[in-house]
């Protein structure tokens, strides 16, 4: 404990690594207080009435150097959500001045964002995250954004509906399944829609999950970069007992997925050809 009240390092860590002095007063740190360790180096003065501690998440100090927050992919990202591959940009967000613009590694969002943006946040809510990926990015990959957070519940389906979307985020609130377990998923649903089939995300059959089942009987099964070693042998085990029920599977890799998609897509179109996609 400080002698005048709570440890003003302690407490900027505690709150983030990157806290707004006035946040600070409210919670007892006088302004004098903050003297000795800004002189000392143990704390930052980012601008006029922000501090960071030292080792603080270099993006959360820049945003609050400019005044904006970090939202689109780059908040997805750091939320754990699925988005197509690293973001070659950092996206972050601000009041309207113009047309979002991309500025070396920074792509600035000017917008209004869908819920008000607190002064003390550097990190946008995840609706205004959501709202800006589903301007920013291709609807495939949107939607599996937006599903990725409705499966980590981050967000419901219910919830969303009450909101007042752009066109583009509608669209994706129409198709979102809040089951979907990986973007891989939303791909194929999405590319597979005109089929009209049935398509259904991560199912319990034969006691195990598959990522898709088409129709009745056609399992596709997505094999990431963990399927090797154990993992590897259990998922052949749970392809002869899926094909001892009478289920057709098709295994492919991630890469075939999404840089191969015409041998994929050819592979299923042929699958339905033959009915095998329909119970005997």
Not at 52 to 65: C, D, N, T, W, Y
Not at 80 to 109: D, Q, Y
Not at 195 to 201: D, H, K
Request: proline letters at 6%.
């Amino acid at each position: 404990m400080h002698p005048n009240g709570p440890d003003p390092v302690e407490l900027v860590v505690e709150l983030g690594g990157v806290v707004r002095t006035e946040r600070l007063r409210a919670h007892g740190i006088a302004r004098r207080s903050l003297e000795q360790p800004v002189a000392s180096g143990q704390l930052i003065r980012i601008r006029r009435g922000w501090v960071a501690a030292q080792g603080a998440e270099p993006i959360l100090v820049a945003a609050a150097r400019t005044s904006v927050v970090v939202s689109c992919v780059t908040q997805a990202a750091r939320l754990g959500l699925w988005v197509h591959g690293e973001p070659e940009k950092f996206h972050v967000a601000a009041k309207p001045k113009g047309t979002s613009v991309s500025t070396g590694r920074v792509h600035v969002h000017w917008s209004m964002p869908l819920v008000p943006r607190h002064p003390d946040v550097l990190v946008d809510p995840i609706e205004n995250v959501l709202a800006l990926v589903a301007d920013c990015e291709p609807f495939e990959r949107a939607l599996a954004t937006w599903e990725s957070a409705l499966n980590q519940h981050l967000v419901t389906l219910p919830g969303l509906v009450e909101y007042d979307w752009k066109p583009a985020a509608r669209a994706i609130l129409a198709e979102a399944d809040p089951f979907a377990d990986a973007g891989t998923e939303t791909y194929l649903r999405s590319r597979l829609k005109w089929l009209r089939l049935r398509i259904l995300s991560q199912i319990w059959i034969a006691g195990h999950r598959v990522d898709t089942l088409i129709g009745e009987r056609l399992v596709l099964q997505i094999d990431g970069k963990h399927h090797v070693g154990a993992q590897r042998s259990q998922d052949i085990r749970h392809d002869a007992e899926l094909r001892l029920m009478g289920y057709h599977v098709i295994r492919v890799s991630y890469q075939q997925l999404m840089h191969d998609w015409p041998m994929v897509q050819d592979l299923i179109m042929r699958s339905v050809a033959l009915g095998l996609h329909l119970a005997a």
